[in-house]
């Protein structure tokens, strides 16, 4: 692979990860005067979060929250935001943090590109769209989503059958197929990594179906059937587009699991439940909605109202463990669990559709590259986890949102903020050393000069 | 005259490029034609009478898991549209073709 190696960019603050932990955090540096880099590694900024439908427990749309801190990144006179980039290694120096990004190739100019579109519409291969979970389609080359930042095409070259119709079709001829990969370097006095996480994969337990059976979904994939740009358009089931009557939620599918090496509790799989379900019952009413629980764990602000008001919707709720999910000729899930509701009893119901509540897991070992060890729980390790949250235990880089641990969007851009805010306190207190030592040699060459 | 020699370097250039990524070309086409196969045999299906997912599926031939998938692609860009409901099942059909 050729690599081109570009200048050096001096800039304040540098934050990993564009999702709404990221976008917060650069945000509040940049408000504060401060020159702000980002790195995503994904074609648009956004996240998690611009993939899901509505956000607990005020049902407020998560793209109208999303999509104007989107902008406001790109537009933000102080940040500078690189998108299809990864970090490669960080080294530390009397200036701060050297920070060698590779900018990967989307085969095209990525200045001269407008969204048109017209590239994606021409291609003729047809993909699975990771956007959708894989439940959708999009094409070789393509804007990752309709609301992307930047609205920049992006060129899958293991797809590519290099037919050239893309290049035809482009009005300001901008597909690049020879564009190579570059190196590029970025000199920081901060670091606020926001690399967010992953969810435990559907195929993880085998009990549950192993990632075969077609009718039963994780929860990200459900926030994609309920979000208007979802990949049907309406809840149907991915195993033969049936519209369900039918559809449970088995929580702590992925959570408070140790045979899965996941002792803790993601904290949002309640609540995300609990808010498809209520959704659901706005979208399907005649639907029966069954969610399968250990215990609801409602500890935020309006939360326990919400689960109350789910209750009152109808809303089945079963306390009991769910051993083991099958399928009957019909493709229909059939739930074997033990209800200890009434005492023990083990009992099968059968619906249309399974959603499993997978819960959050570490994305990125932050320890090769910014050698910051991973707590117990594979998450950054922070030293002082109550009375600084932020700070990781190498000075001068500080965490925040889900790289830390499992938390909800409320939490993430709480501790957004708390983390530039340690950032910006760090790069005055330097300053402040800078200066106090400028004026110090001052004084003693006017000493020296008399 | 510029254009056909802009057209011939392009030409070459794609040529080249198609070499270096023999193996990727190859798996992709395939892939291309398999999908072609598939998608005119949907629209074959469609074509006279609405169809749901399993009643597709069937004709096909195929798991309806992936007739759906292929429904969906060509619903995207156009080429198949929703046309009611029956029963529990969204009826489609093929997508009027513009003039």
Known sequence: MMEKLLNTLKIDALVVGGGIAGMQSALDLADQGYQVAMVEKEASIGGKMIALSKVFPTLDCCSCITTPKMSAVAHHENIHLFTYCEVQSVEENTNGFKTTVLQKPRYLDADACTGCRMCEYVCPIDLRNPFDLNMGATRAVRVPFSTAVPQIAVLDMENCILCGKCEKACPVGCIDFSQQPKLFTLQTDTIILATGFETTKRDAKKEYGAGELHNVIDGLMMERLLAPTGPYGRIIRPGDGKEPDSIAYVQCAGSRDKTLGVEYCSRVCCMYAIKQAMLISGSLPLADITIYYMDIRAFGKGYEQFFQNARAMGVEFVRGKVAKITQDDHQNPVVRFESTDNGSKVSERTHDLVVLSTGMLPSYDTKPVYRIPAGDDGFVYVPEPNSAPCVTDREGIFVTGAAAGPMDIVDSIVMAGAAAMESAAYMSEKQDQAEIHEQAEESEMEVAHV | ?99
């Open chain 2, 1 to 99: 005259m510029n254009k056909k020699v802009e057209a011939r370097a392009r030409a070459e250039k794609m040529k080249q490029l198609r070499k270096e990524h023999k193996v990727t070309v190859k798996r992709t086409q395939g892939l291309l034609k398999e999908q072609k196969r598939i998608h005119r045999d949907i629209c074959l299906t469609i074509r006279d009478t609405p169809k749901t997912i399993p009643e597709i599926a069937e004709v096909m031939e195929m798991p309806s898991h992936e007739v759906l998938w292929h429904i969906t692609a060509l619903k995207k860009y156009d080429v198949v549209a929703e046309e009611g409901m029956c029963g529990e099942y969204v009826l489609y059909t093929r997508a009027e073709e513009e003039a």
